[in-house]
C-alpha cells in the first residue's frame, strides 16, 4: 500500500469517528438546584426580625409603621438579591420569575388604588371602579347648585351663648362641653340619625351657633366655607375659593374649622386664604393671605390652625422666619395690627390663655411652646418641646395647678412645665417639670378632668396622672380619632367612624356603649351641643339626636328630602 493511500485511509476513518455519535450522549450542562435552605434562612430572618420591631414598638403604631416599610424594603431587596445572584436557577428561571413578579404587581395596581393613609401611614386600598368620595360629593353637589334658588335668607343670626361651639375644639378650645343635657344610655335609647348627606374633602371640623352650622370643604377645585342648618343639615350657603391643597398622606382639602365671633364667621383656607364673612349670607367681608403677608412657605400638611378670635383680633400663625411667625388682623376690616417671631409653624390653633392675670396668645410651633402679648404679638417665654420632623399637631392644656401639659407624636411623648413671672420678668426653665415618652398624642388633643388626662395615644386610649404624668391605663383602640369630654364621660370618634362613650375615671377603662356613626377614616373632631351630636369625615356628614327628650321626631335622610325644597335656602357665591 502506498503512503498516498494509507493516508487516505487514516482520513476516512478519522471522518467516521467524527461522524459517529457520541455513546455518552450530548454534552450535560451543570446541574440547576434551588437554594432552599438560604432561602429559607433568609425567609425565617425576615420573618422574625419583622415580627420582633412589630412587638416591640406596639405602644408607637406610627413608628412601628415606619420601621416596618424599611425591614419590608430592605427583605424584598434582599430576596431579590438571592433570587438573581444565589439561588442557583439558571438565567432563563431567573428571568421567567422576574417576569411572574412584574406582572403581578401590574395586575394588582390595575385591580386596586390607594385612596390615601390611616393616621398610622397604613395605605386604604379599593377597587380601581369604586366611585371616589370626591366624585360621589360633586354629583351631589352638582344637583343641589341645578335646583338652588337665589332667593335671600331672612334668617336673623342669634347672640353666641354658653351653649353654642363657636369654632374649634368649642368656645376654650379645650374640648369641654360645658352645658350638656344628653342621654348615655345608647344601648336602651339609641341615638336618631336626624340626617346624613355628603360634604367635600377636608378635615374640618363644626362651628355651631344657634342652628347655624360651619364647616369647610373641598369642592372640585374651589375650598369652601359651607354653612348648614342644624336641624335639617340643609345647605344655606356656599362661599367658594379657587384654592386647592393636595397632600399625599394627609388627603387633599382645608383642615381649619370656621370661628364665629359676633355676626361674622373667619375661616382659613388650607393654602392660607383667611376670610371674614357675614354669617348669614356668606358675603365676603374681607380676605387676606396669611401665607402672603408672612412671606412664609406653606408647610408639609397644609395651615391647620383655625383663626383665634377675641377683642378687635384675629390671631393667626403662619410660621417662617421673617419677623411674622404670629400675625394679629383686625376682625373688622383685615388690616394688619401686629405681626412678629420668627419660629416654625406646624398644626395647632392658637389659643388665648391667661397666666399669673395676664392674658396672651399661645402657640406651639415647630420647635415648641411660646407665649406672645396679646398688644404686640412680642415672645414673652418659649419651652421647646417637639419631634425631629418638627410635625407637632397636637393643642397645649393649662392645667389648674399652673402647669401646662404638651405632647407630641413621632416617638417623642409628653411634658409639664411651668412659665414663671418674677417681677415683670417671664421664663420658663427648659428641663420639663415633668416628661414621659409613654404618653403620644399625634394628632389627637387631650382633654383634663379632676386631676387626670386623657387623650388617644398612638390610637390608643390612656389616663395619666396630671401631676407625675404616670399612666393609670391604657385600654382600647380607637386609631387617630377625636375625643370630648361631657360631665364624666368621654365622648370618642374613632377613626374608623364608630362613636364610643367611655367613662372618665381613672381607676379602669370601662366602655360603655358605641354606634356606627360613620364608615370610613375620620380624622375631623366630634360636636355635641343642644343634645344633637354632629360628626363628619372626608366624605360625608350625619347629625345623631342624643337628647333627653322622649319624644325624638326622626328626620329623613337629605337623599329622601325633595331637593327643591333642600334648594330653596341654598345662595352660592363665587370669588
Known amino acids: 500500500m502506498s503512503e498516498s493511500n494509507a493516508d487516505a485511509g487514516q482520513t476516512e476513518r478519522l471522518e467516521e469517528l467524527q461522524a459517529r ?25 425576615a420573618v422574625v426580625s419583622f415580627a420582633a420591631q412589630w412587638w416591640l414598638m406596639r405602644e408607637d403604631a406610627t413608628t412601628r409603621v415606619m420601621v416596618t416599610m424599611g425591614f419590608v424594603s430592605f427583605d424584598i431587596l434582599m430576596l431579590l438579591v438571592f433570587w438573581l445572584f444565589f439561588s442557583g436557577l439558571s438565567r432563563r428561571a431567573k428571568k421567567i420569575g ?10 394588582f395596581f390595575s385591580l ?17 371602579w369604586t366611585p371616589t368620595a370626591e366624585e360621589i360629593s360633586l354629583a351631589y353637589f352638582e344637583e343641589q347648585d341645578r335646583l338652588m334658588s337665589d332667593e335671600p335668607i331672612s334668617s336673623e343670626f342669634p347672640e353666641i351663648t354658653e351653649a353654642d361651639w363657636p369654632g374649634f375644639r368649642g368656645p376654650r378650645r379645650d374640648g369641654i362641653v360645658m352645658s350638656a343635657e344628653w342621654r348615655r344610655n345608647w344601648d336602651d335609647n339609641p341615638p336618631k340619625e336626624l340626617w346624613r348627606h355628603p360634604v367635600g374633602l ?28 342644624l336641624q335639617t343639615g340643609r345647605q344655606r350657603w356656599v362661599w367658594n375659593d379657587k384654592a386647592r391643597f393636595s397632600e399625599t398622606l394627609g388627603g387633599d382639602g382645608p383642615r381649619a374649622t370656621p370661628t364665629v365671633a359676633g355676626q361674622r364667621v373667619y375661616a382659613l383656607g388650607a393654602t392660607g386664604i383667611l376670610n371674614c364673612l357675614e354669617a348669614t349670607t356668606g358675603k365676603l367681608v374681607w380676605s387676606r393671605n396669611i401665607l402672603d403677608d408672612a412671606d ?49 409653624a406646624a398644626y395647632c390653633a392658637p389659643r388665648l390663655e391667661t397666666i399669673d392675670g395676664i392674658r396672651q396668645v399661645v402657640t406651639y410651633g415647630g420647635e415648641g411652646v411660646a407665649g406672645h402679648e396679646i398688644e404686640t404679638g412680642d415672645e414673652l417665654w418659649f419651652f421647646p418641646w417637639t419631634n425631629s420632623d418638627q410635625i407637632i399637631a397636637a393643642q397645649t392644656i393649662l392645667l389648674p395647678s399652673g402647669l401646662m401639659f404638651v405632647s407630641a407624636g413621632y416617638g417623642k411623648g409628653s411634658a409639664l412645665f411651668e412659665v414663671k413671672h418674677v417681677g415683670g420678668t417671664w421664663s420658663v426653665d427648659e428641663e420639663p417639670v415633668e416628661a414621659t415618652s409613654q404618653f403620644k398624642l399625634k394628632f389627637n388633643d387631650g382633654v383634663y378632668r379632676d386631676g ?29 380619632g377625636q375625643l370630648l369630654l361631657v360631665d364624666d364621660v368621654l365622648l370618642i370618634q374613632a377613626e374608623s367612624g364608630d362613636v364610643v362613650l367611655v367613662e372618665a375615671t381613672p381607676d379602669a377603662f370601662r366602655e360603655m356603649t358605641r354606634i356606627e356613626a360613620l364608615t370610613d377614616r375620620t380624622w375631623n373632631h366630634p360636636v355635641l351641643v343642644d343634645g344633637l351630636l354632629l360628626v363628619r369625615n372626608d366624605r360625608e356628614a350625619a ?21 327643591t325644597a333642600a334648594a330653596s335656602a341654598l345662595k352660592i357665591t363665587n370669588k
Not at 386596586?112 to 380601581?128: A, D, H, K, Q, S
Not at 390652625?305 to 373688622?332: M, R, T
Not at 347629625?543 to 331637593?563: Q, R
Request: glycine letters at 10%; hydrophobic letters at 40%.
Open 21 to 45: 455519535p457520541d455513546e455518552s450522549g450530548p454534552a450535560q450542562r451543570p446541574e440547576q438546584r434551588f437554594r432552599w435552605k438560604i432561602f429559607l434562612l433568609l425567609l425565617a430572618f
Open 452 to 480: 387626670y388626662i386623657y387623650g388617644l395615644d398612638e390610637g390608643i386610649l390612656a389616663c395619666h396622672d396630671a401631676t407625675t404624668l404616670k399612666r393609670k391605663w391604657k385600654r382600647g383602640r380607637f386609631g387617630y
Open 202 to 229: 377636608g378635615w374640618s371640623s363644626f362651628a355651631v351657633v344657634g342652628d347655624w352650622v360651619f364647616t369647610q370643604e373641598q369642592r372640585g377645585e374651589n375650598e369652601a366655607v359651607v354653612c348648614y342648618e
Open 112 to 128: 386596586f388604588r390607594v385612596v390615601g393613609y390611616r393616621g398610622e401611614m397604613l395605605p386604604i386600598l379599593v377597587n380601581r
Open 296 to 344: 412664609a412657605l406653606n408647610i408639609s400638611w397644609g395651615m391647620t390652625g383655625s383663626p383665634l378670635v377675641f377683642d378687635d383680633k384675629v390671631v393667626v400663625n403662619p410660621g417662617g422666619g421673617n419677623d411674622a411667625g404670629v400675625i394679629a388682623y383686625d376682625k373688622n376690616n383685615g388690616e394688619i395690627l401686629w405681626k412678629n417671631g420668627d419660629r416654625v
Open 98 to 107: 422576574l417576569g411572574v413578579l412584574a406582572v403581578l404587581t401590574i395586575l
Open 543 to 563: 347629625c345623631f339626636d342624643v337628647s333627653l327628650s322622649e319624644d325624638i321626631a326622626v328626620k329623613p335622610h337629605s337623599s329622601d328630602v325633595n331637593l
